[in-house]
């Protein structure tokens, strides 16, 4: 019998490992890189809920005070809202009761207040910083 050359069981073996190693290597690396996006997406999407949220609570207030690190307002019901962070979080809080998280996983948040507007800047835990600047309608 003549030496052939073809595939032996061990050929085949070792072509299926580095097949199987190679697809789930490629698998890993996706569902890691699709994570990443989502969370970015997600903390953007906290971020504007934030933002739109103390808009409104702004354009409903009757007085505004802030200094770098505090946003204190109050509202024309009588309520007062204070924003703060403490640690990587930035709370709010009404009639200096309990705390609400408003926004996770901050770095930095500072308050800037002129006559008639409103500034805020957060940088997140991942170094992006957002900044929003509103017009404040309070005499």
Do not use: P
Not at 95 to 114: H, M, P, W
Not at 117 to 122: D, E, K, L, Y
């Amino acid at each position: 019998m003549k030496n052939r050359a073809g595939y032996t069981l061990l050929s085949l073996m070792l072509s299926l490992a580095i097949f199987v190693t190679i697809t789930l290597l490629i698998s890993s690396i996706m569902v890691i890189l699709s994570k990443n996006g989502h969370n970015n997406l997600d903390m953007q999407k906290e971020k504007n809920i934030f933002f739109q949220q103390t808009l409104s609570e702004v354009q409903r207030s009757s007085s505004i005070s802030c200094t770098e690190k505090k946003l204190s307002l109050t509202t024309q019901d009588g309520e007062s809202i204070t924003f703060q962070q403490s640690g990587r979080i930035l709370y709010r809080q009404v009639f200096e009761k309990g705390y609400d998280i408003a926004l996770q996983n901050v770095q930095d948040a500072r308050f800037s207040c002129t006559e008639k507007t409103i500034s805020i800047s957060v940088t997140d835990t991942d170094g992006e910083t957002n900044e929003w600047w509103m017009r404040s309608y309070v005499d």
